[in-house]
Nanobody, 126 residues
Framework: QVQLVESGGGLVQAGGSLRLSCAAS????????MGWFRQAPGKEREFVAT????????VYADSVLGRFTISRDNTKNTVYLQMSSLKPEDTAVYYC???????????????????WGQGAQVTVSS
């Protein structure tokens, strides 16, 4: 079983920055492909970014490309999402997710992830 705990959400003005962290339990964090998703009120959960378990390959949603950066520190069992140039439309609950499927293909669908965090609220004011 993998437990994921997000932190770092909050309220920020448009154009500002935030960094989300997701701490994972387990001894094999380096074997997990990690992802970030978000869900705005009344909308479906959508893919934001992923980092593959080996090689560090990253993929981003078009809506955040160039503004968000996903990274990981395997020594701390933590994945990060650095968010810059934030827009009001980035307002959502952000979820960290993990999959132990050791594929080299980046996973962008919610169904590809077995484990989820509880979510962190990010609110961007205009």
């Amino acid at each position: 079983q993998v437990q994921l705990v997000e932190s770092g959400g909050g309220l920020v003005q448009a154009g500002g920055s935030l960094r989300l962290s997701c701490a994972a339990s387990g001894r094999t964090f380096s074997s997990y492909t990690m992802g970030w998703f978000r869900q705005a009120p009344g909308k479906e959960r959508e893919f934001v970014a992923t980092i593959v378990w080996i090689g560090g390959r990253t993929v981003y949603a078009d809506s955040v490309l160039g503004r968000f950066t996903i990274s990981r520190d395997n020594t701390k069992n933590t994945v990060y999402l650095q968010m810059s140039s934030l827009k009001p439309e980035d307002t959502a609950v952000y979820y960290c997710a993990a999959t132990m499927d050791r594929t080299l293909v980046p996973r962008t669908s919610t169904g590809a992830y077995e484990y989820w965090g509880q979510g962190a609220q990010v609110t961007v004011s205009s």
